[in-house]
């Protein structure tokens, strides 16, 4: 059983589902070890008390320089063994500290079909643009914003007559459908 650490900002939708399938699933191979948020009392945080996982509040502002921030953020991975990070809406850049740490063992997902909206609003961009088709994107995390290297895309066809809102919970019904399947696959190539 590969450990995961998921990291969020906010809402943690993407949190709850990789949790509840890997406790639903006899054939996941990892288990979400615990939460490591950005921002005291996140939705994020209630989700990770409800579903009994551990929550880590490490707030940036509290260390004097980025670097010392993600070294504390590396002493609660390596005190809970952790193997691999998924990102869930964590909306900071990760820099080569965290990087060296854990290199190419942090992914994240990303609401838009890559390269097209990168950035912190991939569907309200896609949206905002007329797009006629957008997506959801899994990638390893790099220092760009959302240009690391491809792990799996699925796209969505944007209907005629959709608001935003309808955009969101379709995009968010394909992310928690294939966060889980894709972290699994990553976690037995670890394993192996």
């Known amino acids: 059983m590969v450990k995961i650490a ?24 990892y288990s979400v ?6 921002k005291k009392n996140s939705y994020a945080e209630k989700r990770a008390k409800n579903l009994g996982i551990p929550c880590y509040i490490v707030i940036p502002k509290e260390f004097s320089t980025k670097e010392n921030y993600e070294k504390k953020i590396i002493e609660i991975l390596n005190e ?6 998924a ?4 909306m900071r850049i990760i820099s080569s500290t965290l990087l ?19 950035g912190k609003d991939g569907i309200g961009d896609a949206f905002k643009a007329g797009a006629k088709e957008t997506g959801v994107t899994i990638h390893y995390v790099d220092e760009g914003v959302d240009s690391g290297e491809i792990i799996y895309q699925e ?20 992310e928690h459908r294939i966060y889980p399947a894709i972290l699994n696959e990553l976690s037995k190539k670890i394993k192996d």
């Open 33 to 38: 070890e615990l939460l490591i948020v950005d």
């Open 80 to 85: 809970n063994e952790i193997r691999l990070i």
């Open 155 to 174: 796209k969505l066809k944007i209907k005629d007559g959709w608001n935003i809102e309808k955009l969101e919970e379709e995009i968010h019904k394909i």
């Open 100 to 118: 060296k740490a854990y290199e190419n063992k942090i992914v994240n997902i990303h609401p838009a079909y890559l390269p097209n909206y990168p």
């Open 6 to 29: 998921v990291f969020a900002s906010g809402n943690g939708g993407n949190f709850q589902s990789i949790v509840e399938k890997s406790k639903e699933d006899k054939y996941i191979n």
């Open 87 to 90: 990102l869930a809406g964590y």
